[in-house]
């Protein structure tokens, strides 16, 4: 597995158990209705947990499909850095600064545009050899 496919997994299961976590101590200190809180656990389940997960495993298995490389290989660690950077930043100040909120919000929508643009790249119909 490329290594930056398994840092994608790595994170995701990391962010998985923060997200818990947070939700239990939400629960345990009757937290449910704080909305920052509410928004980080969402986020970290949903953009951590479930996207970081999807590009992981994405990256690993979807070119793979296709019978081709990742079309980009460096946009992979870009986005890595991009989407872990912007939702940690999103999570941490959404609520405090909404203008540093929506710079992180952008950034992680810059994330998700190189998936999108590396994974339909990579998974274009393979050359055919006659």
Known sequence: MDPVA???V???VIYFFLGVCLGMIM?????EDHMQLRFAHSHLNLLGWVSMMIYGVGYHILPRFSGNPVAYPSFMAYHFW???VSLLGLVSLWGYSQLL???FALMQVLATGLFVVNILASIRPAPHTD
Not at 27 to 31: D, P, Q, R, Y
């Open 101 to 103: 909120a929506g710079i």
């Open 10 to 12: 790595a994170a995701s």
């Open 27 to 31: 629960v345990f200190f009757g937290l």
């Open 82 to 84: 991009l989407a872990n």
């Open 6 to 8: 398994r840092n994608f």
